[in-house]
């Protein structure tokens, strides 16, 4: 998946990597939706929130 940017952050997700321990969705379901194409919406959710919730991802798969 090619990252996704906004103006603070570029969000990258390594599918590889990803455990499916579905923290992202449920933690900020509204950002990180999987039914939802594209699945990452940034738009939807604070920079902190975001970060937050990619730094607790067990896998490593989200970063930015």
């Known amino acids: 998946m090619k990252p996704v940017e906004t103006?603070?952050?570029?969000i990258s997700f390594d599918m590889k990597?990803?455990?499916h321990a579905r923290k992202c969705w449920f933690g900020l379901p509204k950002?990180?939706?999987?039914?939802?194409?594209?699945?990452?919406?940034p738009e939807h959710g604070s920079t902190e929130v975001i970060v937050a919730t990619i730094d607790a991802c067990p896998s490593g798969a989200l970063s930015y």
């Open 7 to 10: 103006e603070d952050l570029k």
């Open 17 to 19: 990597t990803c455990i």
């Open 31 to 41: 950002v990180f939706d999987p039914a939802k194409r594209p699945w990452i919406q």
